[in-house]
């Protein structure tokens, strides 16, 4: 990993309450929710991180903000990855969405809408592309039982 | 003094020649529709790869009769619905299904077709014959193509020993 | 005529799992279809709703998920060794890269240090797993563009490295082989021999097939200047592996961020000039040429010793002294039981799978069951572009894009 870009990553972003830390593969990027979508375009634009990875989440059911919200970006340039993290409380899971940055951006917050109800602000298109119309809860939240099924074909006999 | 008649068969019963034809006529539609299964590979999962295999030359289902897929359910007589079927699968399972006509036979591929498998959760169906009626599992995940061979060989006979209806219900 | 019985009467009118994104196409007399989820040539599960102008495709919109099996939800549930038989089934193609990335996943998190041989051993099993993936997607596709006899000679030289695979795994398809901290067993006797035997026949066979399609003209007439992408867009869309490469972008993570014994090997990464159906083909058939000259080098270079790293954390002790020792036998206990246990942190590892970038994202509490394991699966971000390959061309265009973009179902669907 470049430590030229680490450390232009710390000069750069670690300012108006945004956190940038080392973790054993890759720097990491704690922003508040309201920066995401900001520093996103400064990742991209001026760093080189051109490529999304991964949208995902957390669900931490005893904190308080319960989720994290964890993107993943590569550099084809430098080669090396970064960490992007926010946190949202469950009243209000909302982030901007990453759309208008990264085409790939759009399946992948739709997954990650499903499965823990993070609501991603800007994404049009926010339909269930895993689980199927019909669907009720968010079953990657720790207090969804597993083996609750929700046939839509009544069973047999 | 006169012999009271015993009747040696219950009364309205079929005749003895007419039995006989039945017979033969059913084992010879048996064999017929047995030779010439065409299935329709409902395929989804990692099975697939062993129904790629099982088609293919190193073994061979064109031996059985049962190599030309029909991918529509209209043409087809064998269902094998290969792989896990999840709910959000199922309608299309059970369109499918119903689509077919009759004679139709299921065959389910796999542990997941079968119960499935080891995906107990909220997104699997746990075995497709909570959704359609199913003739032969096959056990195995993925199962050796000498198992799908087996399995379509005692499909087989199933489909030869049984009556089938064609005029009328007992014929 | 026998009634129909109760089972196949249709039932009441089947609820339609999805929501399409548009009614109608953009004119008056567009047509929009569906095509999938059950079809022969979208690969198991995928649903293409297209609007079609006559042959034209105007629009689409792609639905996966119908192979969606739970695998996030169902791995916390197990303990980190349990859970090694669904990861196999990501990608069932290649079922060995997808044990291997996870295990480097959770070795990192433990700070584990695996052993000379077992890091040349599973480069040659995944690169070995590499051709067997390719083998997959291109006969699959040559099959459906009509080559049947691609596909069969393309499937018989596969099927001699799944035997090859079950004589040392045990299984032909999903073989559960990595292990935390090293490998389930070493290589039996012969099975290099084997192996050399077999990489022999695959240039036998792929030699028959470069020779049946590279210039044939009905192949390149479907898939030259179909379904093209330029590197920037392929890049915004997050395409990685052998789409990214046919865009003429050299990204290989065996290249860019080597891992296992990828820095010692010499190999070239095949790249594309155009983007289009033509270079995925003909980018995996190099790959794969690549891919036996790896594993000739590797062959030689593979050191005796260990396959397990000598770690009570996590590799189970030796039979004979679970039989004779206590401690042996509480460790072994535990580890089963329990689950080798992690310490807390979260790591992205990643491999350059037959398909791309597959990232394991690992999040740990402390103990044996993970608390979140994401994979981040190449064919779910592809499926999230592959509009872009489609829209434009001919309807009869979707199945050669389709075939090349390699989407592998339990890998998109999870």
Known sequence: MPAEIVERLRAELASDGREVTLAPDMPVVTVAPSAVRETARQLAADHGFDLLLDVTAVDWPGRTPRFDVVYHFYSTSHLMRVRLKTRVPEEEPVVDSLRSLYGSAGFMERECHEMYGIVFRGNMDLRPILLYEGFVGHPLRKDYPKQQEQPLVPYRK | MSQPVIPIRAAGARSTAFEYFSTKKDEFVGWARKFSLFPYPFVTACCAMEFMAVSSTPYDTDRFGAALPRFSPRQSDLLMVVGTVTHKQAPILRKVYEQMCEPKWVMAFGACATSGGFYQNYAAVAGIDRIIPVDIYVPGCPPRPETVIDAIMKLQDRIGRSHHAILTESF | ?414
């Open chain 3, 1 to 414: 005529m026998k009634g129909l019985s109760l089972d196949t009467r249709a039932s009441a009118p089947l609820p339609n799992p999805i929501r399409p994104a548009f009614e109608r196409g953009e004119r008056d007399d567009s047509v929009v279809v569906s095509i999938g989820p059950s079809h022969p040539a979208t690969h198991g599960t995928i649903q293409v709703i297209a609007a079609l102008d006559g042959e034209k495709v105007e629009r689409v919109d792609v639905h996966c998920g119908y192979l969606h099996r739970g695998f996030e939800k169902e791995c916390e549930d197990h303990t980190w060794h349990n859970l090694m038989p669904y990861v196999d089934r990501l990608n069932y193609c290649s079922g060995l890269v997808n044990d291997f990335a996870y295990c480097e996943a959770v070795e990192r998190l433990m700070g584990i240090e695996i052993t000379p041989r077992c890091r040349y051993l599973r480069t040659l099993l995944s690169e070995y797993s590499r051709i067997a993936d390719h083998l997959t997607c291109v006969a699959a596709s040559l099959m459906e563009l009509g080559a049947m006899t691609a596909f069969l000679y393309l499937v018989m030289i596969r099927d001699y490295v799944y035997e090859h695979l079950a004589d040392l795994t045990g299984a032909r398809l999903t073989y559960t082989y990595g292990r935390i901290g090293g490998l389930a067993r070493d290589l039996p006797a012969g099975w290099l021999k084997r192996l050399a035997e077999i990489l022999d026949q695959y240039e036998d066979f792929v030699g028959r097939i470069h020779g049946l399609m590279d210039r044939n003209r009905i192949f390149i007439d479907r898939t030259r200047d179909v379904g093209v992408i330029s590197a920037v867009d392929a890049i915004n869309w997050g395409f990685t592996g052998p789409i990214l490469r046919s865009t003429g972008a050299p990204r290989d993570l065996r290249k860019d961020m080597p891992y296992l014994a990828y820095a010692e090997l010499d190999f070239d990464v095949p790249v594309g000039i155009k983007g289009d159906n033509y270079d995925r083909y003909y980018v995996r058939m190099r790959e794969m040429d690549e891919s036996v000259y790896m594993i000739r080098q590797l062959m030689d270079m593979l050191p005796p010793g260990p396959i397990s790293v000598d770690d009570r954390r996590c590799t189970l002790p030796d039979k004979q002294l679970v039989y004779t020792e206590i401690e042996s036998l509480i460790n072994h206990f535990k580890l089963i039981m329990d689950g080798p246990d992690v310490p807390p942190g979260e790591v992205y590892a990643a491999h350059e799978a037959p398909n791309g970038e597959l990232g394991f994202y690992v999040v740990s509490t402390g103990g044996g069951n993970p608390y979140k394991l994401h994979v981040r699966a190449p064919s779910f971000v592809h499926m999230g572009g592959v509009h872009r390959l489609l829209e434009g061309y001919q309807l009869a265009d979707i199945i050669p894009t389709f075939g090349s973009v390699n989407m592998i179902g339990g890998e998109c669907d999870r």
